[in-house]
């Protein structure tokens, strides 16, 4: 029985790469996104520490005020200054990484929707193929069944000229 060749195995083999490929870009757009969450999770922290930092140092300010004297009072309030600036530049950080955040999903959906793309094309391919196998088998079969046929006949018809 002669074998069954499909002639467009290289394409299909391209395809079955180009998935393997959409694939592993998948995970490695996954593990971006990961990060970045995990960036951003730090400077929400980041920034919550540092309005509390700042609660704190204003209510220490108005709690001792009667006691503190004047360079002391005017130290809080450069310190109290300065974490209002760095929480001010915590923020916009912060809102930069959500961007971040955004475009990276942004990314990981263009590489799902390309993966699954590659994936649906290689499995009409594959699909295809075996569609072919079957009917290339089933007509072997027919043509062996055929042959079976005849040289039985031949077998038969030789049998009775001899007899």
Do not use: W
């Not at 793309?117 to 089933?138: H, N, P, V």
């Amino acid at each position: 029985m002669p074998a069954f060749t499909f002639r467009l195995q290289t394409l299909l083999d391209q395809k079955c790469e180009m998935e393997t490929k959409a694939k592993a870009a998948v995970v490695e757009k996954q593990r971006i996104v990961d990060e970045q969450r995990a960036t951003l999770l730090n400077l929400v922290e980041g920034e919550k520490r540092i309005e509390s930092s700042i609660l704190r140092t204003h209510d220490d300010l108005l709690m001792v005020a009667v006691t503190n004297i004047g360079a002391d009072i005017q130290r809080k309030n450069d310190y109290l200054a300065a974490l209002r600036k760095d929480l001010s530049a915590a923020h916009e950080r912060t809102l930069v990484q959500k961007f971040a955040v955004e475009e990276a999903e942004i990314h990981l959906g263009d590489a799902r929707t390309y993966a699954l793309e590659c994936f649906r094309e290689a499995e009409k391919l594959s699909r295809y193929r075996d569609k072919l196998e079957k009917c290339f088998l089933a007509a072997a079969a027919k043509q062996e069944q055929l042959e079976q046929d005849e040289l039985g006949t031949t077998m038969y018809l030789s049998g009775r000229a001899g007899v």
